[in-house]
């Protein structure tokens, strides 16, 4: 059966367990995802609470980081979602994330909308990859792709 979350705490709380694991173990999100049998982004968000495993990735993710069968139930909800509590995020990485969308926002908007038509880029149909890539210029870049359907508004 399928449930849901409306109180996220027990979510954060296994976030919390299983990063600590994470760590114990000396594990990568790609090898965390390579057991659950996801994209690393979906199973690091996953881990991180943001979306449900099912039931064979919950489980083999628990085995791997030693979980027990009430984490597994949990990894299976549908969580609620959002992890920037009480507005402005204060994390150094997450912020720029923030302050790109402050400044880059309108422009996304306009683009979008010129090339597609009135509508979203959706969320939830969606991929997300980074990859590191050499700077010519020196030092390293950091190249992020968000791949969503296109959903047009639809006039009722």
């Known amino acids: 059966m399928v449930h849901a979350q409306f109180d996220n705490s027990a979510r954060q709380a296994l976030s919390i367990k299983a990063v600590d694991a994470k760590v114990r173990k000396d594990l990568s999100w790609q090898q965390i995802a390579d057991v659950a049998g996801f994209s690393v982004a979906f199973v690091t968000a996953a881990v991180l609470g943001q979306h449900p495993l099912p039931e064979a990735s919950a489980k083999a993710v628990a085995e791997l980081l030693d979980l027990d069968a009430?984490?597994?139930?949990?990894?299976?909800?549908?969580?609620?979602?959002?992890?920037?509590?009480?507005?402005?995020?204060?994390?150094?990485?997450?912020?720029?994330?923030?302050?790109?969308?402050?400044?880059?926002?309108?422009?996304?908007?306009?683009?979008?909308?010129?090339?597609?038509?009135?509508?979203?880029?959706?969320?939830?149909?969606?991929?997300?990859?980074?990859?590191?890539?050499?700077?010519?210029?020196?030092?390293?870049?950091?190249?992020?792709?968000?791949?969503?359907?296109?959903?047009?508004?639809?006039?009722?």
């Open 70 to 156: 009430d984490d597994v139930m949990i990894l299976q909800t549908i969580p609620t979602r959002g992890s920037i509590p009480g507005g402005i995020p204060t994390d150094p990485t997450i912020y720029r994330f923030y302050e790109m969308l402050q400044v880059y926002g309108t422009t996304l908007k306009a683009l979008v909308h010129e090339q597609l038509g009135d509508g979203i880029i959706s969320a939830i149909n969606f991929k997300l990859d980074v990859k590191k890539v050499a700077d010519p210029e020196g030092g390293e870049r950091a190249v992020i792709t968000l791949d969503g359907k296109y959903l047009p508004t639809k006039p009722f």
